[in-house]
């Protein structure tokens, strides 16, 4: 392994990553400054003001931060821990996505260089991603810490934290790389376990991320419940904690620095060993991957399967329409399209239908938080709940399915498709998972407060609507500021960012406006039920229904216009 | 030179490419031609040292594609059937990625030969463009600019010209000459029958991953008993199309 081409290839990939000038040629569209240079602002506009905040309050507390660190050297273990464990968590699919996608760097696979250098880049390039969260915070943090420290050799607390950190990324990395990679090779040409599996994963890393959030939020109001007492508790009770971790390595030699203490030759074996450790697990991370690559152990079923001579005999197609519903062909093709194009790929489907969670949870929590200091409101807030549901859903199948048509649109427009229908058929097939959360959210409703019983028809019927409304707000601002070239993947690649749908303020739009309708909607029928009796609930929801429906045909039609219209260039 | 010397692929049940040997002498130009799915890129994909074969071997100028693959690379180029590059970058800046990676020496030389083969392919006005902004038969272009810019000995080119127009077709068949007249080797994959009847010395046809004919345009005729153009032999060899449907299909829609 040539240190000079591992050196030679990470120059490039970040200097390619963080382009500041725009490239001259006529073709290419031009960047705004503000977009170039906001990747560079923010870590520092949230670094300075992090050193700013540690600089006003420190000196005023430090006797007490000092003796409270002397006496706690261990005490950032959890927290260093945490942040192995989610770089672990984080980057379980990273190298076998990466290794299973090879054909995206095959210009650079071809070159004179190891295959086990390009892999090894692409790790160290993963981990330098996952570190940049942590050094905005923690440099500062360090470095704000050591100014006001009289120590001597504190200013060195900001090197060690950076170099230790770094060590703690790279084994969380490698380590998570290693069992993804062993997971594929397991499940490689098993099309129904990946599925099931990841299904599953998606599922736990959705509800396990929101749970952490609650925890947080309940223990900040107060001594209640918390879900993840249990969890720290097994944790403790595993040695999560332990002197023996590399969490604590780093707290106690980072820390220690700062004020002063003494060092120890248990901590310097500490470091060496974890630095072994962690150059180890990641230079076999980077020959697992070439091995995985270079054998071929994952390729794709189709590759790996025997072509059998087998006539399939197909029936005319003909999507049906929904029981009851009279719906034009373009619609239901639509819809089947939508629908069949998201439940193929489980991890989709699962952001899909569960990624709403993450904001909804946001609303349920004061409930939880306060219990029974919020006396009869708790059930509002669980219905609150259901509005992201209801506009997310809109914004996934409507918006961001739209923007992943790609390629299709020129079939669409080569066939004279009216897409204003098509555009509602994509709208159309969010609805069925809106109605299908707002029943299963009443039912939770019914239980915590049986009398709002009457309430909840309306508040189907309202987020039906919404719903609707939303996918055609979200269709309208994807056919206006959709990339439509970007990828349907969840599964990142190493050092690849996230692509987005839908751009800039499209995204903010599509994503604001409906939460403000649904809200002002919804809570101003139960509002009025609330004050002036629940038939002035029934009252107004016509007039909300219709209001959904007019922007839904409005936007539809906007949408379908823009589409038809779009340049082959946006999406080829 | 290449020589692949029992070159066999095995995906978990599935035999891609089987027993295939063949050799490519410099200064010839090889055509591997072969239906869908034969394992023609499975075959390019272990010369170039991107899939391990599960048996056989093969080496490059000498060099054994398992034991010495970094030395094999140095002196190969290729151009794959569907390039995908750094989109982020501009034609020069990834042509000048690519030479720095090939320690191609820095300076007016290297300006110059860039220069050179963008201007013969007709895309040095695009070299300032991001490459996300190229079409098909432009990546293709660069692609080959790429392969070229360390002089390599080898070349392995999975359907060059497909997606290329007339004018881009014509300069890269001068060029493939003029490096074949200069002593390279070229192995390439073509489904334009015409292309590989004109322009290759010789000839292997691959079917389900074994070689079932190999040799030279007159070699080939006379193995297959009459036929005189490749498609016919092709079409003999392989097997040609299913005549019954075709008019079933015609006459259910005309």
Redesign the interface.
């Known amino acids: 392994m040539s240190s000079s081409d591992l050196l030679f290839l990470l120059r490039e990939d970040i200097t390619r990553s963080f382009r500041l000038r725009n490239a001259k040629g006529k073709r290419t569209e031009k960047r705004g400054l503000l977009s170039r240079v906001l990747k560079f602002s923010i870590p520092v506009i949230v670094g300075g003001a992090v050193l700013w905040g540690v600089l006003a309050i420190a000196p005023m507390f430090w006797d007490l931060i000092e003796s409270f660190i002397s006496e706690n050297l261990g005490m950032g273990a959890a927290i260093f821990n945490a942040v192995l464990l989610f770089s672990f968590i984080g980057s379980i699919m990273i190298s076998a996505t990466t290794v299973g996608s090879t054909s995206k760097m095959e210009y650079l696979l071809i070159t004179p260089i190891k295959m086990r250098t390009i892999f090894l880049e692409k790790t160290i390039i993963v981990i330098f991603y996952n570190s940049i969260i942590w050094m905005m915070i923690g440099v500062p943090l360090f470095l704000g810490l050591s100014i006001v420290s009289p120590f001597a050799f504190a200013l060195l607390s900001v090197p060690a934290f950076i170099v230790m950190l770094l060590i703690l990324i790279t084994i969380g990395v490698s380590a998570g790389g290693l069992v993804g990679l062993g997971v594929a090779r397991a499940v490689a040409g098993r099309r129904a376990i990946k599925q099931i599996g990841t299904a599953i994963m998606s599922a736990v890393a959705i509800i396990g991320t929101t749970l952490w959030y609650v925890s947080f939020y309940t223990n900040s109001w107060n001594d209640g419940p918390n879900p993840f007492d249990a969890l720290f508790d097994l944790a403790n009770s595993l040695g999560f904690t332990s002197i023996l971790t590399p969490g604590y390595t780093v707290s106690i030699v980072s820390l220690g620095l700062l004020v002063g203490a003494p060092w120890r030759w248990q901590d310097l074996l500490s470091v060496s060993l974890f630095l072994v450790l962690g150059i180890g697990m990641v230079l076999l991370n980077s020959y697992v991957s070439e091995m995985a690559h270079y054998s071929g152990w994952l390729a794709s079923d189709a590759t790996r399967t025997s072509k059998e001579e087998i006539r399939k005999e197909h029936g005319t197609w003909n999507p049906r329409s929904f029981p009851g519903l009279k719906l034009s062909n373009i619609v239901t093709a639509s819809m089947w399209f939508s629908i069949t194009s998201v439940r193929r790929d489980a991890r989709v489907i699962t952001n899909y239908l569960l990624g709403p969670i993450r904001f909804a949870i946001w609303l349920v929590i004061p409930g939880l938080a306060f219990g029974e200091g919020f006396g009869g409101i708790t059930s509002y807030f669980i219905l609150a709940a259901l509005i992201p549901f209801a506009t997310s859903y809109g914004l996934y199948f409507a918006g961001y399915e739209l923007v992943y048509e790609g390629t299709n649109i020129m079939n669409l427009q080569l066939a004279a498709t009216n897409l204003e229908e098509y555009v509602r058929g994509k709208v159309y097939s969010a609805v069925p998972f809106a109605i299908i959360a707002s029943i299963i959210v009443s039912i939770i409703v019914l239980f915590i407060s049986p009398l709002m019983w009457v309430y909840l028809p309306a508040v189907i019927v309202a987020c039906t609507f919404l719903c609707m409304a939303s996918g055609s707000i979200a269709a309208n601002e994807a056919a206006k500021g959709g990339d439509f070239k970007a990828d349907r993947s969840f599964a990142r690649r190493r050092g690849a960012s996230i692509q987005m749908p839908l751009r800039g303020w499209s995204s903010v739009r599509a994503s604001l406006v409906p939460y403000a309708i649904g809200y002002a909607g919804v809570f101003g029928m139960i509002l009025a039920g609330v004050l002036f009796g629940v038939l002035y609930t029934y009252a107004i929801l016509p007039v909300f229904v219709l209001f959904c429906w007019r922007l839904t045909t409005h936007y539809t039609r906007n949408a379908g216009l823009r589409v038809a219209q779009i340049d082959a260039t946006k999406y080829l | 030179m290449i020589e692949a010397m029992g070159l066999t ?1 095995v ?4 035999i ?1 490419v089987r027993n295939l040997s063949f050799q490519v002498n410099p200064g010839e130009i090889y055509g591997l031609l072969g239906p869908n ?1 034969s394992g023609k890129s499975t075959t390019m994909r272990m010369l ?5 074969p599960t048996a056989g071997s093969a080496r490059i100028s000498g060099h054994d594609i398992r034991e010495e693959i ?2 094999a ?2 002196v ?1 180029g ?1 151009v ?1 059937e569907e ?4 989109e ?3 034609g020069w800046e990834y042509i000048n ?2 030479s ?3 320690r191609v020496p820095r300076g007016p030389e290297r300006e110059e030969d860039i220069q050179e083969i963008m201007n013969l392919l007709d895309i040095s006005d ?5 490459i ?2 190229y079409s098909k038969g432009m990546s293709r272009k660069i ?1 080959l600019v ?1 392969a070229l810019i360390h002089k390599p000995t080898v070349l392995i080119l999975d359907e060059l010209q497909a997606g290329i127009d007339p004018r881009g077709a014509a300069t890269m068949k001068e060029i493939l000459n003029g490096l074949r007249g200069r002593g390279a080797t070229i192995l390439m994959s073509t489904h334009i029958l015409e292309i590989a009847e004109r322009m290759c010395d010789r000839i292997g046809i691959i079917n389900e991953g074994e070689m079932i004919a190999e040799g030279t345009m007159t070699e080939l005729r006379t193995k297959a008993k009459g036929q005189s153009s490749l498609e016919e032999i092709f079409l003999s060899l392989t097997g040609g199309p299913d005549m019954q449907l075709i008019a079933q299909y015609l006459g259910e829609s005309v």
Request: aromatic share 12%; hydrophobic share 40%.
């Open positions: 692929k995906f978990n049940e599935f891609a799915g170039l040292g991107l899939l391990q970094v030395d690379k140095r190969m290729y794959p390039p995908v590059l750094p982020r970058l501009t990625y690519i720095d990676i090939w695009a070299g300032d463009d991001l996300e902004t692609s790429a």
